[in-house]
Every structure is written in structure tokens, then in C-alpha cells.
Nanobody, 126 residues
Framework: QVQLVESGGGLAQPGGSLRLSCAASGFTFYAYSMGWFRQAPGKEREFVAATRWSGGSTVVADSARGRFTISRDNAKKTVYLQMNSLKPEDTALYYC???????????????????WGQGTQVTVSS
């Protein structure tokens, strides 16, 4: 079955960096676009970034553009989220998600993703 396991979260100071990883198994990783979402307490799940199955095409939310970078390593079946210049408002539970349907493009709508990891907590505070 599909498994998505996030890691790399933790406590960071404002202006600091973290690198999240999502290890995937149970499906043909290279054929699926992947996304990162986040959810802060009392708020809806929010799109952060996504990478196309074929590579070379990514989408990043306005709130993260210029600070966050999404990438993937198909050989390792892993998707990454490099987060720089972190802000307190980046504090949230970060989820990795698998796009619904193989060989489909990136999207920002969480309903277009049908498998989710358990999440990794990111806290940005001094």
C-alpha cells in the first residue's frame, strides 16, 4: 500500500532553514506528481509546493516563493522541501501528498491528492 513518511521537521529560529523529506513506497513514484501542504492550528490545510511527475516543473505558493524549494529524487523515491528564511507564520504541520492519478500535472487543490503522510511539525520561534 502507499506509504508517505515525512521527516526533518523541528524547531527553527526566524531566518533559519529546515529541509523536509518525504520517503515514498508502495507505488510507482516517478509517475506521480507530489505536493507539500501545511496546516496550522485552527486553519485550513494550505498548499505549499508541488513537483510534476516528469520533473522540471514546480509550483510554489506565493507565501513560500523565493524562500522554499521543492525537489524530488526518483531514484530514492523521495521528495524534499528546502525551507529558508523561515518566519513564525510558517509554523504548521507539514504534509507530503501524492497526486491523484498517474502522469497528471501539478495542482494546488488538496482534493487532487489522494494519499497523505502523517505530517512533520515545523515550529519557527525565537
Amino acid at each position: 500500500q502507499v506509504q508517505l513518511v515525512e521527516s526533518g521537521g523541528g524547531l527553527a529560529q526566524p531566518g533559519g532553514s529546515l529541509r523536509l523529506s518525504c520517503a515514498a513506497s508502495g507505488f510507482t513514484f516517478y509517475a506521480y506528481s507530489m505536493g507539500w501542504f501545511r496546516q496550522a492550528p485552527g486553519k485550513e490545510r494550505e498548499f505549499v509546493a508541488a513537483t510534476r511527475w516528469s520533473g522540471g516543473s514546480t509550483v510554489v505558493a506565493d507565501s513560500a516563493r523565493g524562500r522554499f524549494t521543492i525537489s524530488r529524487d526518483n531514484a530514492k523515491k523521495t521528495v524534499y522541501l528546502q525551507m529558508n528564511s523561515l518566519k513564525p507564520e510558517d509554523t504548521a504541520l507539514y504534509y507530503c501528498a501524492k497526486r491523484r492519478g498517474a502522469n497528471t500535472g501539478v495542482t494546488m487543490d488538496p482534493y487532487d491528492y489522494n494519499d497523505w503522510g502523517q505530517g512533520t511539525q515545523v515550529t519557527v520561534s525565537s
